[in-house]
């Protein structure tokens, strides 16, 4: 079995002790100015790799983070490790009953906040793919996957502006919240079926049977799986050290699932946001247990992939200015109107759509997700994916703002 070199082992932990604490720095500077960790952690890495430090350190950014085969190797392995953690941790914040208990409404605003970004992405798309950066002979999966893309809603990112605003609780703020549920479920399905079908090659199942199994693993792991957990998590809790058992079983199943999604031709970031969303709605996971999982993957592995988007594209010579505006124009108002349209059809009154609307236009840690991973499976040119990840940081900043400042019309057009 071979393993890394005594320099390759100092290289790979000298690497993480560098994107750890350049990601906790900026955090720390995105929470100073009320903004979302992963703004800071996604700078932090812009400015690690080489858009700026291999621009003015060029020798020693190649030493560290380019030359080194094995070493960086290594480090994918950390960030994919990370990235599935993510997914898992973004499935425990669905809340199931959530979504039931807002019913058909929260079915037509994020039914309809997906679909017409999802159009008018693929239309741009498909009739610009040259100019745009999709890729030409994949034109239908590449065009589609652009119209998913600008329509993810950053769940955790809306949940913290809400928390912020007072509006978490309220009427409209878990409306918000279920519709931005619905996105992040269905749009992963989606999401996953396209994967298939641009590599149905790589499990050698085929596309059919792939997307067969895809249904079947999501049918089963929210019913019957579901059910299973919420028979095991008991014995854990009293039989197994806590919260050590826990933790060690809920990531042992969720890599198992990764795995199996993986092996099928889907990418393993849908099994472990599936096996998340059926653990978090066990009444078993107690909200202390949840808390300690956030803190462990959000402070550790979270930020090593964050910050390994900008070790992997020079921000500056992949910068495409027609390119990016047209992404954060077409995807911020295409998703607001989306959400809006869907409010107003449900019978909500024009202020609480224009809050809704901004609410579900905020992107973050998803659509990044998807992006790179459409990145590396040859979907997107880097002058597009450089627009997806600006639309997710624009979008996360400036939704909170907006949905304040929607939410103070609201209450002023009740007290006139």
Not at 150 to 165: E, F, G, K, Q
Not at 168 to 178: E, H, M, Q, V, Y
Not at 229 to 254: M, Q, Y
Not at 373 to 383: F, K, P, Q
Request: proline share 3%.
């Amino acid at each position: 079995m071979e393993t890394l070199s005594h320099h390759e082992v100092i290289n790979l932990l000298l690497q993480l002790a560098l994107m750890l604490i350049m990601a906790r720095l900026f955090a720390e500077l995105a929470r100073k100015l009320k903004q979302p960790a992963v703004v800071g952690e996604i700078i932090a890495g812009i400015i690690m790799g080489p858009t700026i430090f291999g621009l003015v350190f060029p020798e020693l950014f190649e030493g560290l983070f380019v030359t080194n085969v094995q070493t960086n190797i290594a480090l994918d392995g950390f960030v994919q490790i990370s990235v599935v953690l993510l997914l898992f941790i973004a499935g425990i914040e669905v809340d199931l009953q959530v979504v039931w208990g807002q019913g058909k409404n929260a079915l037509k605003i994020g039914l309809t906040s997906m679909i017409i970004p999802i159009l008018g992405g693929f239309v741009l798309a498909y009739a610009f793919p040259e100019f745009l950066g999709v890729n030409i002979n994949d034109r239908i999966i590449a065009s589609t996957f652009f119209g998913l893309s600008i329509s993810i809603t950053a769940l955790a990112v809306i949940a913290r502006i809400l928390m912020d605003l007072d509006l978490f609780k309220t009427k409209t703020g878990l409306l918000i919240i279920a519709g931005a549920i619905v996105v992040d479920v269905v749009g992963w399905i989606i999401f996953s079926v396209i994967l298939s079908l641009a590599d149905s090659g790589k499990a050698g199942l085929g596309v059919w049977p792939t997307i067969g199994l895809t249904l079947f693993f999501t049918v089963f792991m929210l019913t019957v799986g579901k059910g299973l957990i919420n028979k095991v998590l008991p014995w854990t809790n009293k039989n197994l050290a806590w919260p050590g058992g826990l933790i060690s079983l809920s990531l042992a199943i969720c890599f198992i699932a990764a795995s199996f999604t993986e092996y099928i031709g889907i990418h393993a970031i849908f099994g472990a946001f599936i096996i998340g969303v059926a653990l978090g709605d066990s009444e078993h996971l107690t909200e202390k247990a949840k808390e300690i999982l956030h803190h462990f993957i959000n402070n550790i592995f979270a930020p090593i992939f964050f910050v390994s988007i900008g070790l992997k594209v020079n921000f500056i010579e992949g910068f495409d200015p027609m390119v990016v505006g047209i992404v954060v124009i077409v995807g911020f108002f295409t998703k607001y109107f989306g959400a809006y349209l869907g409010s107003r059809f449900a019978g909500f009154k024009r202020n609480t759509a224009m809050v809704i609307g901004f609410g579900l236009s905020a992107r973050g840690s998803m659509d990044i997700i998807l992006a790179l991973i459409a990145l590396e499976y040859g979907l997107v040119s880097e002058s597009l994916f450089i627009g997806l990840v600006i639309l997710a940081l624009l979008s996360s900043i400036v939704s909170g703002p907006l949905m304040s400042w929607s939410e103070k019309l609201k209450l002023s057009n009740k007290l006139g």
